[in-house]
């Protein structure tokens, strides 16, 4: 079994920062692709970034240029650096993570951290 657990959420004003952290743990071999979504009040989840094993990574539009995505491989780690804030970034934050265990890959959520943007 593998847990996920998110960190960094809260409350910002526009223009401002965070930082969010998910830490793997349990039974993992590796860790393929990390990514991390959002779900804002009334809208369906969309895919914010995602990092591949070998560093690769991509960005919604609406985020480029202002978020970070990155991985820390010995800690079974991601991260995703929140810059110039903007109250349309309001959401649940959730990473995602592709670990392969005993059994093969699988695909694992975690418990979702609040992010909000007002002033």
């Known amino acids: 079994q593998v847990q996920l657990v998110e960190s960094g959420g809260g409350l910002v004003q526009p223009g401002g920062s965070l930082g969010l952290s998910c830490a793997a743990s349990?039974?993992?071999?590796?860790?393929?692709?990390m990514a991390w979504y959002r779900r804002a009040p009334g809208k369906q989840r969309e895919l914010v970034a995602v990092?591949?094993?070998?560093?690769?990574?991509n960005y919604a539009d609406s985020v480029k240029g202002r978020f970070t995505i990155s991985r820390d491989n010995a800690k079974n780690t991601v991260y995703l650096q929140m810059n110039s804030l903007k109250p349309e970034d309001t959401a649940v934050y959730y990473c995602?993570?592709?670990?392969?265990?005993?059994?093969?890959?699988?695909?694992?959520w975690g418990q979702g951290t609040q992010v909000t943007v007002s002033s």
């Open positions: 990092i591949t094993s070998g560093g690769r990574t």
């Open positions: 349990g039974s993992i071999f590796s860790i393929n692709t």
């Open positions: 995602n993570v592709d670990v392969r265990g005993s059994s093969g890959y699988r695909n694992y």
